[in-house]
């Protein structure tokens, strides 16, 4: 089946530092993939979508200075939050489409990245 | 405003029961309906996929059923096992490909 490989799973840093999480398709292409952010026990809030080799459209409310992605190829998606704060500790999880499939298709998920500024 | 609830946070059941979940929407024209299933400190597993001209899609010992007019999916687990405990997600795809997701109902099965 399709594999979304999310990297790293876990990341405690100090503030004021910049985070990379990597999100990759393993197996299948991806032109497209979602970042989302999830709170305990709260659903799973849409980022922004990350366009291969253009520029990344962002939900309204999510700063684009402090989250920025990148989609440089077919197969991998990177978001880096910026001078990260304790307010951006959280859950984020990736998730990509298959590219050669036609129709709507579910999203595959990667497993989430735990960010904890201290 | 648009909003998505799933009928209760937490579902408890004896193995072998059937659990119902709902998920009620309201200003969402969703082409299709989504169900995915996450376990705790893990991303959503894809489960079933309905669309907006079905009634019902089954899968093993899954059901969905989507009602357009009710603004309702339900979600059912028959036979259910302790291997099913974990938190059910619904998410709505107006066509475009961005989901939106409601909170979840955790499923816990006792054995």
């Known amino acids: 089946g399709a594999v979304v490989s999310q990297h790293p799973s876990r990341v405690i840093c100090k503030s004021g530092t910049s985070v990379k999480i990597e999100c990759r398709s393993l197996d299948f292409q991806a032109t497209t993939m979602f970042w989302y952010r999830q709170f305990p026990k709260k659903s799973l809030m849409l980022m922004a979508t990350s366009n291969e080799g253009s520029k990344a459209t962002y939900e309204q409310g999510v700063e684009k200075d402090k989250f920025l992605i990148n989609h440089a190829s077919l197969t991998l998606s990177t978001l880096t939050v910026t001078s990260a704060h304790p307010e951006d500790s959280s859950f984020y999880i990736c998730s990509a489409r298959d590219s050669g499939q036609w129709g709507n298709q579910p999203q595959h998920f990667g497993d989430g990245t735990r960010l904890s500024i201290l | 405003s648009q909003k998505i609830e799933q009928n209760s946070e937490a579902l408890n059941i004896q193995e072998g029961k059937t659990a119902t979940l709902t998920c009620n929407y309201t200003?969402?024209?969703?082409?299709?309906l989504q169900w995915y299933r996450q376990d705790p400190g893990r991303g959503p597993v894809f489960l079933l996929l309905?669309?907006?001209?079905?009634k019902e899609k089954r899968k093993e010992r899954l059901k969905v059923t989507f009602d357009t007019t009710l603004k309702q999916s339900l979600f059912h687990i028959t036979a259910s096992q302790p291997a099913d405990s974990a938190t059910y997600l619904c998410?709505?795809?107006?066509?475009?490909?961005?989901?939106?997701f409601g909170a979840g109902t955790t499923v816990t099965v006792r054995a």
């Open positions: 309905i669309r907006e001209n079905e």
């Open positions: 200003n969402y024209s969703p082409a299709y």
């Open positions: 998410a709505l795809d107006p066509n475009d490909y961005k989901l939106s």
